[in-house]
Each structure stands twice: as C-alpha cells, then as structure tokens.
C-alpha cells in the first residue's frame, strides 16, 4: 500500500481496509450455529463469489478507478510481448517465463479488463477444483472450497490491487485434486504449468508435493522435463532469468517476517546467510514429519510457515499461491485450525496497512505500537501453525507405533 495514502486521505485509506474484518467475519460465519442450520447452501457460495470478485471490481476499478501499481507493471509486460519483445532477453520481470504471454493473451481480449477477468477465472477455477475435491460449495469449517473462497487475501489482494497469485493457486488445486485421484503425471503436469506460467516462487509450492511420500516418479518427470527443459534453454541463451531469486534474497526484512520490526528499527540484516534459518528449520521439520507419515499437506504448511516466519521477503499476497494446501489443511482439522485461519486472514490482509502507515510513525508513539502488534500477529500465527504440525506429528507417530 502507498504510504502517501495514510497521509494524504487517512479516513480513505481505512475505508480501503474495511473490506478485510468483514470479509473475516463472514469466513467465520459457518461456525455459528444459526448460519449453518439456514445459510450452508451451494448458493451462498455463489452469492460470496459474486460480492468479492464482480462486485469488488467494479467498485475498485469503475467507481474509484483504482489502477494499482502492480496491475500497471502487468499490464506493461504484456504490452512488451505484443510489440515483439521477450521476457529476460528484453526486459526485466520478476514472473516465470509463461506469465508475460498469458498478459499479452488477456490484454489482446480486453486492454481494460483483460488481467482482471483472468484472474478472476483463475480463482473461480480454483474454488470450482477444490469444490469437486472435497466438502462442495456450501460454506462450511470442513469445506475446501469454502476456506480458499472466504480466505480474505485470496480475493482482497486479487482486486485491490489485482495480483497474480489467484494462476498460482489454481495449479496448486489442481495438482492436489489429481493427486487425491491418483493421477499422478497429471499432477506433475500442474506443477509445471504453475512453475513455468506463474512465479518462480511457485517452486516452493511444487516442492513439498514432489518430495511426499506416495509421489511417484511419473509425477516429478511431468514436472522436471519441462520445466528444466525451459529454464536450460534460457540459461543456454544467456538469459539473466534467476534475476527475481537473487531478489527474494536481496530485501532482508521485507513484509510480516520475524525480521521486519528488526530491519527497520535496528538495521538487521544476515547478508549472505538470509536463507539459512529458513532452511534450517525446513530441513527439521520435514525431517521429522516424513518420519512421522505425514503426508503432502502437511509437509506444504511447514515449508509455509517456515517460510512465512523466516524468509528474507515476505509480501502478503505470497500467502494465495498455498492458500489451497492450507485450505485442506484446515477443513480436515479441528475447530481451532478454523479459528487460526480466520485471525491469519486478518493478520496477513492488515500487514500492509500497519508497515505502510502507523509503524512509519505518522500517527505518533500509539500508532506504533498499535503497528507493531498488527506486524507481529503474522509472525506469532506462523508459529502456532509450526507448533500444530508438530504436535500433530508426534500423534501420527503414536497412531504408527500402536498400529504396529
């Protein structure tokens, strides 16, 4: 978010915001009791899609004419590759290879609504995926579709400031719905799609399911061929694509990590050794949940958290891209994962408000104290997800154990 906004317009920058605790409320509403007995209908779903996607949209672009900075940089991009020009040979871009073609593709639809609507279809096909997954469309705590549908940075981010994610999580869903079908190179095919048409981050979605117990090799060929296939042929060609990795590692402190407040007030930064408590704590992790039996979800919200908690960049929206590994997770938990997801939606949807505006001290000592609780709450929700995996890892252990 600007930071000019909260001093220029304060009252509409908290207009902008008010979206978020709504949204976190109605993702809640399944567990009230009254709304389940009246309200878990298909058509409510529907309903919540068409007032945070259609609707949203309009408001954004039509009524506020709202362009954000990113939708521009987009737009951009597929401009360059209708005039001919090509991604890392021709210009920068921090997106996988595929990504600018897709731009270039929508933009020769609509110019005005083209990246938008294929965004949009992106997350309506995701919900439609993780619907036929598990749980149906009705809004419910166990359903799939509805925690990724109602998971406030899926749609808040997609339309306010019109980010990419939404192609990210629709390849994560469909690799998880082929893999729940056994079909295992269809999987694969997903990932590769995800790692060749979305962000180079999307790796990090791609890793944990390809490393699973159960994962067979027909699945990482789908995903290795093609995708090294590509990257080869671009580093043969001498073009500068690993450009937005050394980027990830070069922002030490960048959006809710456990460094942000750090950065800023101290000026911490690990240098060259960024990564490694990430990696550190990955390595463990996956150490002791793959020991336990823990299956592609689970090893997909550690790599999450961990990440979350302790890379050296962190925007807000990164979290869409896993939304629906999260999502399964959640739905096949306890109450209390339904209550985390809630309050995580919040934290992570407020981020860029509180680092934006009170944490620059424009509203005095309160506001940054209130900033750096809201910065904070990610950090703390990461760890109590950290915390569950492991706990829940000690129990599979104990469920193997008895079985034998």
């Not at 309903?47 to 949203?56: G, K, P």
């Not at 009705?138 to 808040?156: D, E, I």
């Not at 336990?292 to 979800?297: D, F, H, N, S, Y």
């Amino acid at each position: 978010m600007n930071p000019e906004l909260w001093h220029a317009h304060p009252a509409l920058a908290l207009l902008s915001w008010l979206p978020v605790p709504l949204g976190t409320l109605a993702l809640w509403l399944p567990a009230w009791p009254p709304f389940g007995r009246r309200l878990a209908r298909p058509w409510v779903g529907w309903v919540f899609f068409a007032l945070t996607r259609v609707v949203f949209t309009v408001v954004v672009f039509s009524v506020f004419a709202h362009r954000s900075t990113d939708w521009l940089g987009d737009q951009s991009q597929g401009e360059w590759v209708l005039a001919g020009k090509l991604p890392y040979r021709d210009f920068e871009t921090l997106f996988a290879p595929g990504l600018p073609f897709l731009y270039a593709v929508a933009l020769s639809v609509s110019h005005a609504w083209g990246l938008i609507a294929c965004f949009i279809c992106a997350d309506l096909g995701a919900f439609l995926v993780l619907a036929k997954l598990s749980g149906g469309t009705a809004p419910s705590s166990r359903s799939v579709a509805w925690n990724y549908l109602a998971f406030t940075p899926v749609w808040y981010f997609e339309i306010r400031y019109a980010q990419e994610e939404a192609l990210a999580a629709l390849c994560l869903a469909l690799a998880l719905f082929a893999f729940s079908r056994r079909r295992q190179a269809w999987a694969g095919a997903a990932l590769a799609l995800g790692q060749l048409f979305t962000k180079i981050l999307f790796g990090l979605c791609a890793l944990p399911l390809l490393v699973a117990r159960g994962t067979r090799g027909s699945a990482r060929l789908a995903y290795f061929v093609p995708v090294a296939a590509v990257y080869l042929g671009m580093t043969v060609a001498g073009w500068p694509w690993a450009v937005g990795v050394t980027h990830q590692a070069g922002a030490f402190g960048s959006g809710p990590t456990l460094w942000r407040l750090p950065a800023l007030w101290w000026n911490l930064d690990l240098g060259r050794f960024a990564m490694a408590p990430f990696a550190l704590a990955l390595m463990v992790g996956w150490w002791r949940l793959i020991r336990a039996g823990a299956g592609r979800v689970e090893l997909a919200a550690w790599l999450w958290g961990c990440y979350a908690l302790l890379a050296p960049k962190l925007l807000p929206m990164y979290v869409v891209m896993v939304a629906p590994a999260l999502a399964v997770w959640v739905a096949r938990g306890s109450p209390a994962r339904f209550r985390w997801w809630g309050l995580y939606a919040l934290a992570f949807a407020t981020a860029w408000y509180a680092d934006s505006g009170l944490v620059q001290g424009g509203f005095g000592r309160w506001g940054v104290a209130l900033g750096a609780m809201l910065l904070l709450l990610p950090p703390a929700l990461d760890a109590w997800l950290l915390v569950a995996l492991w706990r829940g890892a000690d129990q599979d252990a104990m469920r193997a154990v008895t079985a034998e």
